[in-house]
Nanobody, 128 residues
C-alpha cells in the first residue's frame, strides 16, 4: 500500500479558493491513478475528481466541474486539487486515493472501491 498525506484544508469564505495537496510515499508514483473523494458529515464518501498516471486524462463530478481542477507532479510524488468558487456545500473531509496501475493504460477511476490506498483526509469548511 501507498502512504498518502493530504494537506491544504482549512476554513474559507464562500467564493474563495483552496489548493489541496496529497503526497505519496512510493517510488512508482507515476504508475498510479489518483483520485479525490469527499465526505460530508452524515453522508457517504463521494467522488470528486480523478486523474490518470500521466495527467492526460481527468474526470470530475458534475457538482465540481468548472470549479475544481485536479493535477499531478510525478517528480514530486504529489497530486493536487485546486478548488475555486467554493460553496458551503463543498464543506467536507477530503480524501486522496491511489490505484496501482501501468503506464500502458491511461486509466482513471471514479468508484471508491477501485482504489487501493487512502489518506487520512483534510477538513475543508466553507462559510456562507
Amino acid at each position: 500500500q501507498v502512504q498518502l498525506v493530504e494537506s491544504g484544508g482549512g476554513l474559507v469564505q464562500a467564493g474563495g479558493s483552496l489548493r489541496l495537496s496529497c503526497a505519496a510515499s512510493v517510488r512508482t508514483f507515476s504508475t498510479y491513478a489518483m483520485g479525490w473523494f469527499r465526505q460530508a458529515s452524515g453522508l457517504e464518501r463521494e467522488f470528486v475528481a480523478a486523474i490518470s498516471w500521466s495527467g492526460k486524462s481527468t474526470n470530475y463530478a458534475d457538482s465540481v466541474k468548472g470549479r475544481f481542477t485536479i493535477s499531478r507532479d510525478n517528480d514530486k510524488n504529489t497530486v493536487y486539487l485546486q478548488m475555486n468558487s467554493l460553496k458551503p456545500e463543498d464543506t467536507a473531509v477530503y480524501f486522496c486515493a491511489a490505484k496501482s496501475g501501468s503506464r500502458a493504460v491511461e486509466a482513471l477511476y471514479t468508484i471508491r472501491r477501485m482504489y487501493d490506498s487512502w489518506g487520512q483526509g483534510t477538513q475543508v469548511t466553507v462559510s456562507s
